[in-house]
């Protein structure tokens, strides 16, 4: 149901590469096969046994499946997510000033500017300001991706198997972000007309270039992968992979329990990488018809094209931020440049001024990226809704991210903060198709065997 979790941040490295400031057991192969979980009823009001289904209704009676201990404890991790944005943003803001008041993002460019190679020195200095601004940051890392994940029981990790992941992005981010930065100032030192425009193009780039080799090259960096060997779920995974135009023969497993204890899944890479992946959370804890309607629904994302459609989307974004962060940085750059030792736009140093800038506007349209990305997940949950044929099995997937996902917001709380639907919003859509789909219904007690085509409550299959 989850796409990357990085589908905001992740671009956002391509964009800029400077806002990546924020920066186990082996999977199961061949062996004895997990027991899938049973699927439960669905509450009295979500069966239609009655005769009748109430959208609305239905969708409260799952809603009251959760105990009010785990909604409140949910409701509190998520809004204290709002927090936390402001924090991270304001955090962020005082690290990049640092590094410019006190003169150290220019002693890092004149340490780059030893090295003779003109069109290598960006690549350098980025690699140390990562490592700067990592340091800089960790505590608040440290507190919101560590400490307050293992307090509500997210994360599986030890703090030093937390430290280890984070050295791994850091290597990673150290050599995709020197080459994105080399290649963003060589175009910055060559192109005077439309910069922002050719900004823009480098980062889409680079975006794609990253969606190309994740599957295949970043995910073995932490976890796992394996193919899913369990016929039980390959076979109707396939299956409904073949029936949606997708080609591929293979369903992928990965380890991600030693990481956290969420569900997800994925159908990720484009260009010939494509991949189904779920994680071994989800196999372990979720039914058949669960993992149906949510492989159906991260098909969806892959059969409408929201690859394509997401990047260009974010150029426009992107080429819209690009344009704000120009001008702002060369009015800024022209009150405090000489006391931040910063000669141009074309000057590493002022690395730091761009990332400040565009941090700043990102922070800003941030309900615009959560509208781009809540539109898309919307479409797919209807289209896997039409694919699975699973409304049950959906509703109890969005059951399954209560656990980090508040259920029940405001429609102004939704619009702004959720990059995907709340799970009211899903289950609702789920009983909509449900209520009309009778054919899905509980048979009433007496009722005869449905029959093929046949729309009559009282006739329908269990």
Not at 1 to 19: D, V
Not at 124 to 146: E, H, N, R
Not at 228 to 254: F, K, Q, S, Y
Not at 270 to 294: H, K, M, Q, V, W
């Amino acid at each position: 149901m989850n796409r990357l979790r990085s589908a905001r941040s992740g671009w956002l490295l391509p964009l800029l590469c400077a806002i990546a400031l924020s920066a186990a057991p082996p999977a199961r192969g061949e062996g004895a096969p997990r027991p899938l979980a049973p699927m439960p009823p669905p509450p009295a009001a979500a069966s239609g046994a009655s005769g009748a289904l109430d959208p609305s209704a239905a969708t409260r009676a799952y809603l009251d499946l959760l105990s009010p201990e785990r909604k409140a404890r949910s409701d509190a991790y998520f809004e204290g997510g709002y927090w936390l944005q402001l924090w991270g943003f304001l955090y962020a803001v005082a690290v990049y000033l640092l590094l410019l008041a006190t003169g150290l993002s220019a002693r890092m460019r004149n340490l780059a500017e030893r090295v003779g190679w003109r069109w290598i020195q960006p690549g350098i200095y980025w690699v140390l300001f990562l490592t700067a601004t990592s340091v800089l940051t960790l505590p608040l890392a440290v507190y919101q991706d560590w400490w307050r994940e293992r307090r509500y029981g997210l994360s599986n990790l030890t703090f030093g198997g937390w430290m280890g992941e984070q050295g791994k992005a850091l290597l990673l981010g150290a050599i995709l972000g020197a080459v994105a930065i080399a290649v963003l100032y060589a175009v910055i030192r060559r192109v005077q007309a439309a910069l922002w425009l050719w900004a823009s193009v480098v980062a889409i780039a680079f975006q794609a270039f990253f969606m190309v080799i994740y599957p295949v090259a970043v995910v073995p960096v932490f976890n796992h992968p394996s193919r899913l060997a369990d016929e039980r779920v390959v076979r109707p995974v396939l299956a409904l992979a073949r029936a949606n135009g997708i080609g591929t023969g293979d369903v992928w497993e990965i380890d991600a329990s030693k990481q956290t204890t969420r569900v997800s899944a994925n159908v990720a890479g484009f260009l010939g990488t494509e991949r189904i992946t779920l994680n071994d959370n989800l196999l372990n804890r979720a039914s058949l018809p669960e993992i149906e309607a949510i492989m159906a629904h991260e098909m969806g994302h892959y059969v409408l094209n929201h690859v394509y459609k997401t990047l260009l989307q974010l150029a426009l974004v992107s080429g819209v931020g690009f344009w704000v962060v120009l001008r702002a940085f060369e009015r800024l750059r022209a009150r405090r440049g000489a006391r931040w030792q910063v000669r141009g736009i074309a000057d590493p140093a002022g690395l730091p001024l761009l990332a400040l800038v565009f941090t700043a506007f990102m922070f800003l349209v941030t309900p615009v990226l959560n509208t781009i990305i809540r539109v898309q997940e919307q479409e797919a949950d209807l289209y896997g809704l039409n694919a699975a044929a699973q409304p049950d099995g959906f509703a109890r997937a969005a059951l399954d991210v209560s656990e980090y996902r508040k259920m029940e917001p405001g429609p102004i709380e939704e619009a702004l903060f959720y990059d995907h639907p709340s799970g009211r919003t899903r289950i609702f859509s789920a009983m909509r198709w449900k209520a009309e789909h009778p054919e899905t219904w509980t048979r009433p007690a007496g009722a005869p065997p449905a029959r093929a085509g046949s729309s009559d409550p009282a006739a329908a299959a269990p």
